[in-house]
């Protein structure tokens, strides 16, 4: 419940003061007069909770369930801090508010769809988990990619010409999409193994392969944080 309200809170509040910036609608005004630009309150108040949150993630990952994709959760939340202070230090938060909404978006569904799952609502779960893999798998294999990480990689050099932070950035962004296309495969294989069951089949980053009696700790998750 806590998770559903953070990120319900992240992306109602990022889309807010987004929504009225130019750079939300034109990637390549993320990158005007970046030297001088100098971050706003709500970007401020918006990072600062996110960086908060993933710390959070990071520390309570090791008290956790541990499943087969920990170690995957374990560098993409340090890679996603990684990028957050990154992009303070070099000035392009701008991006980097967008990018931190598109991706919080699944989570949204995700969190609401485990409530589902814990109150054993069979058909609020089934319905969910469809919203959540269609959000899921646009958001991570195409407005990611195609919106945020072409933006830092195309926009910034017409803007502002080759940096030397470019290598480092496309390094830290492909870990992360590597990551995105890892859970993106087991979004396809529960997606698969529901049609086949007719329900939410349950979580294929299960370390127990014989237990399939779709118990509520196993059932409606893909991911636990992203």
Same mark, same amino acid.
């Given at each position: 419940m806590w998770r559903l309200l953070f990120y319900s809170w992240a992306v109602i509040y990022s889309f807010k003061f987004l929504v009225k910036k130019k750079w939300m609608w034109d990637s390549k005004a993320s990158?005007?007069?970046?030297?001088?630009?100098? #971050?706003? &309150?709500?970007? +401020?108040?918006?990072?600062?909770?996110? #960086?908060? %949150?993933?710390? &959070? #993630?990071? +520390? +309570?990952? %090791? %008290?956790d369930i541990k499943r087969k994709d920990f170690w995957a959760m374990c560098i993409h939340h340090n890679v996603t801090i990684l990028i957050m202070v990154s992009a303070y230090i070099h000035k392009i938060t701008r991006l980097g508010s967008f990018c931190l909404m598109v991706l919080d978006m699944a989570d949204v569904i995700l969190e609401a769809g485990k409530i589902a799952n814990y109150l054993h609502w069979r058909k609020a779960c089934n319905g969910i988990f469809w919203v959540f893999a269609i959000v899921f798998l646009v958001s991570r294999l195409v407005l990611f990619p195609l919106r945020c990480a072409s933006s830092l990689f195309q926009d910034s050099q017409e803007v502002l010409g080759r940096i030397g932070r470019w290598e480092y950035y496309i390094i830290i962004l492909v870990v992360l999409q590597v990551l995105h296309l890892y859970w993106c495969i087991l979004v396809v294989q529960m997606i698969y193994k529901t049609l086949r069951k007719g329900e939410v089949y349950r979580d294929v980053r299960s370390d127990d392969d014989d237990d399939d009696d779709g118990t509520m700790e196993e059932e409606s998750e893909i991911l636990r944080d992203k």
């Open positions: 990158w005007a007069n970046n030297e001088s630009y100098k #971050l706003t &309150s709500e970007e +401020f108040v918006h990072y600062v909770m996110e #960086l908060a %949150f993933y710390g &959070s #993630l990071l +520390f +309570f990952q %090791f %008290f």
